[in-house]
């Protein structure tokens, strides 16, 4: 496995101009007025009951299969990933759902701001009031959480990809801090669990981007290694104008089957930890192999049509985690 520390320099990146303090409020105030009004820092910080609900309402409300995975989460760590999740969500949706570089860039250093009090005790906005006993209970590094926001800042400025390589390196800030600290919050601290995590969290960000490579697109973005796309001969025209060329597929294919092998590189952890995170690795592995065989099932023709678990699969999902909570420990089948 390569390292990740560093951005390749082959990646395509847009030159950003330097931003003046009150040209950074400007932006801002522009980035704040496009997300959602609860979203904002308020000038007070809420109590510290107020916060955990905050946090609880957003989980619950904004995502389906968080809701879903929680279901099978221990109740005395459910608040504490509520929290984590918070971050996560409003941190995304601070770099991806403002639609202006610049504003983007403005709330991700305030959000950033605010994670540097959350450690020093003086966090105003609910997610870190809350995050702040999360990260106190189970000490919890702050780069795990700044990895992250790297991703969506690069996401600002990096919209091409030149090697499987630098994809990986997104991989590292963008998915794999989101393994490690559901690690933390099960007692797991030590690198060969965090290293056999970050298989499965590279899987299930690969699984995503080919899953949504018209979304992606439609934001400017092209997660697919230029490399593979000069190599199987698709153009980024391909891709605009949404042709599933015999070419297009045939590197779908391949990219498919690059992601089924890091799942399966993965897959060692489930023996690895208790029987509780057990059953929810399994679940995201599973989940995650299922968006693959959507692919493959529309013969890897994602452009213009976003593949999507069947509402059936998800069910059985849903009812293999539920069987091994009651009778055993998951796995099996996993290919």
Known sequence: MSSYSTINNHQTTVPSLPVTHTT?????????????????????????????????????????????????????LRQHFFNVY??????????????????ALALLDQWQSELNACYKGTPR????????????????????FSDLLTAFRQDQ????????????????????????LVLYL??????????????????????????????????????????????FGVGQDDIAHNRNTPAFRAMMQFEVERARHWFRQGLPLIEKVDHELAIDLDLFSRGGLEILNSIQDQNYAVLGKRPAISKSRKIALVAHAALAKLFGRPGGGLQ
Request: aromatic share 12%.
């Open 86 to 103: 918070a971050y996560c969500r409003i941190s995304d949706d601070l770099g991806d759902e403002v639609g202006d570089t610049t504003a």
């Open 24 to 76: 950074s409020q400007t932006a801002a105030a522009l980035g704040w007025s496009r997300l959602p009004a609860a979203y904002a820092i308020p000038s007070i910080a809420p109590t510290i009951e107020e916060a955990r609900k905050y946090c609880a309402r957003l989980a619950r409300s904004h995502y389906e299969n968080f809701s879903v995975a929680s279901w099978f989460l221990p109740r005395r």
């Open 186 to 231: 099960c007692g797991y601290r030590d690198k060969e669990r965090q290293d056999l995590s970050d298989f499965t969290c590279t899987a299930l960000q690969l699984a995503n981007f080919w899953q949504d490579v018209s979304r992606d697109y439609e934001k400017g973005r092209i997660y697919l290694p230029l490399e593979d796309m000069r190599r």
């Open 157 to 180: 400025t990096v919209t091409r990809f030149e090697t499987f390589d630098d994809v990986l390196g997104y991989c590292h800030y963008s998915a794999n801090p989101v393994g490690h």
């Open 125 to 144: 906005h609910p997610v870190f009031v809350a995050l702040a006993e999360t990260v106190r209970q189970f000490d919890i590094p702050q780069q795990e």
